[in-house]
Antibody, heavy 118, light 107 residues
Framework: EVQLVESGGGLIQPGGSLRLSCAASGFTFSSYTMRWVRQAPGKGLECVAGISGSGGSTYYADSVKGRFSVSRDNSKNTLFLQMNSLRAEDTAIYYC???????????WGKGTTVTVSS | EIVMTQSPATLSVSPGERATLSCRASQSVSSNLAWYQQKPGQAPRVLIYDASTRATDVPARFSGSGSGTEFTLTISSLQSEDFAVYYCQQCSNWPLTFGGGTKVEIK
């Protein structure tokens, strides 16, 4: 069974940094593009970052470009999201997502909550 | 950026009735369109990808159609567990973008 388990969320002050992790199991992790999708309270979905299976290609939404960095450790089946210069508008549930063949979101983790507030 | 627009925002339907949800893309995405269902307090789950292919374990009452810029998700006979928010997502170009969602509620 495919499982994605996020961790690292919490309450952080504006301007601070957090590192999210996603532990993957049940599939050949290095073969799949992975993404981070967030959902602000009561709002819709936003894909903020993606990374190819090898880690050689990364993608970012304009809203986080230059502040967030996605990476992966294929030896440990783990995906990361380094978030710097956090703003109130980054407050959201952050989901780790395994990509399907193509660009759709095939499997979602349960999410980890990030709250940016003073 | 491709903008995805869903309508209606809220759809009130009685159990057993048919529900039709619409999604429009600001430019052609060919058949690169997915639909997701999200229930309160849960992560989304994929229902349909490639515009009309049902994901694993998705009941046959869910069907998707369309191509280019106009897409439809149809739920043929609503069950109690189908009341949720539904999102479309274009899978054609980065940044990958979602529609604003349609909430299907009990009439």
């Amino acid at each position: 069974e495919v499982q994605l388990v996020e961790s690292g969320g919490g309450l952080i002050q504006p301007g601070g940094s957090l590192r999210l992790s996603c532990a993957a199991s049940g599939f050949t992790f290095s073969s799949y593009t992975m993404r981070w999708v967030r959902q602000a309270p009561g709002k819709g979905l936003e894909c903020v970052a993606g990374i190819s299976g090898s880690g050689g290609s990364t993608y970012y939404a304009d809203s986080v470009k230059g502040r967030f960095s996605v990476s992966r450790d294929n030896s440990k089946n783990t995906l990361f999201l380094q978030m710097n210069s956090l703003r109130a508008e980054d407050t959201a549930i952050y989901y780790c997502v395994k990509a399907g063949a193509g660009f759709y979101m095939a499997v979602w983790g349960k999410g980890t909550t990030v709250t940016v507030s003073s | 950026e491709i903008v995805m627009t869903q309508s209606p925002a809220t759809l009130s339907v009685s159990p057993g009735e048919r529900a039709t949800l619409s999604c429009r893309a600001s430019q052609s995405v060919s058949s690169n369109l997915a639909w997701y269902q999200q229930k309160p307090g849960q992560a989304p789950r994929v229902l349909i990808y490639d515009a009309s292919t049902r994901a694993t374990d998705v009941p046959a009452r869910f069907s998707g159609s369309g191509s280019g810029t106009e897409f439809t998700l149809t739920i043929s006979s609503l069950q109690s567990e189908d009341f949720a928010v539904y999102y479309c997502q274009q899978c054609s170009n980065w940044p990958l973008t979602f529609g604003g969602g349609t909430k299907v509620e009990i009439k």
